[in-house]
């Protein structure tokens, strides 16, 4: 008989990814694209999502932007990234699970969209 905590243990050993959320990614699209709102509302929705903020943090820090010290803070990576920016890794995160075939949500499933 599997223990609970190896059961748990073995599950989290076969996640391969942590999928955003596409609302997530439909509420950072209407950030950037509303004049009224700032960097502290685009990190309020990005602090809820962990895979996108892991996502985020994964291209400000990586040899492209060639910074000389690690980024930690949500804050900072979109500062230096820029809303634009931000919004396209939330865009891309999206259409890679999309493409992926993960669950969308409760409303919506991979095969409806062909």
Not at 16 to 34: F, K, N, Q
Not at 46 to 68: Q, T, W
């Amino acid at each position: 008989m599997v223990t609970p905590a190896a059961f748990a243990a073995e599950a989290v050993r076969r996640i391969e990814h942590v999928a955003t959320l596409p609302e997530v990614a439909v509420g950072i699209m209407e950030i950037v694209d509303d004049p009224d709102s700032s960097a502290k509302d685009l990190n309020r929705i990005i602090a809820r999502d962990p895979a996108l903020a892991a996502r985020v943090l994964k291209v400000v820090n990586s040899s492209f932007y060639g910074l000389p010290r690690q980024i930690g803070s949500i804050n900072r990576a979109i500062s230096l990234l820029g809303l634009n920016a931000v919004k396209h890794v939330a865009i891309a995160a999206s259409l890679a699970r999309i493409f992926r075939g993960g669950p969308l949500g409760d409303r919506f499933a991979p095969r409806d969209l062909w």
